[in-house]
């Protein structure tokens, strides 16, 4: 599936659509250059999802959680970036996050991608030429 953002006005309606093509899906790949638009696709998912929190880029955390007193709900976005072994994930408890049921967005994770999940949703960001971006949905 591809969704088009042709503009950052656009951006709620295609975070709306990214989440209903997600659908049971809990661990999501975003894959993209620097400056693609995953972390601001994050916030407006996070926006979308009533987040108490606004989501910002977990790159010198690693992982950022995020809570939804209305809907209960919790998303752990994650920035491997700065990962240089796959012992860092690991320590961090990463398989604990995704074993818990609840919505994991990874950017970076070609840093980790031997260790992925089976059942991993691969999302690719690309700016277009035009500066709209192509998200497409594996």
């Known amino acids: 599936m591809e969704i ?3 503009n950052i006005e656009d ?4 975070a709306t659509e990214f989440l209903n093509a997600i659908g049971d899906s809990r661990i999501i790949a975003l894959r993209g250059k620097m400056g693609a638009g995953k972390t601001t696709l994050v916030a407006e998912l996070m926006r979308q999802l009533k ?3 606004e989501a910002s880029s977990p790159t010198f955390a690693i ?3 995020y809570h939804s007193s209305e809907t209960g709900q919790t998303v752990y976005h994650f920035d491997f970036y ?3 072994s796959f012992a860092e994930a690991y320590d961090i408890g990463i398989e604990d996050y995704w074993d818990s049921g609840n919505l994991c967005l990874m950017e970076w994770t070609e840093n980790i991608e031997d260790i992925l999940p089976d059942e991993t949703l691969f999302v ?3 700016e277009r030429t035009d500066h709209s971006r192509l998200i497409t949905l594996n």
């Open 82 to 84: 700065r990962l240089e």
């Open 51 to 53: 987040m108490d929190d």
């Open 11 to 14: 951006l709620p309606r295609a």
């Open 124 to 126: 690719e960001i690309e």
């Open 63 to 65: 992982a950022n959680e």
């Open 4 to 6: 088009i953002i042709r």
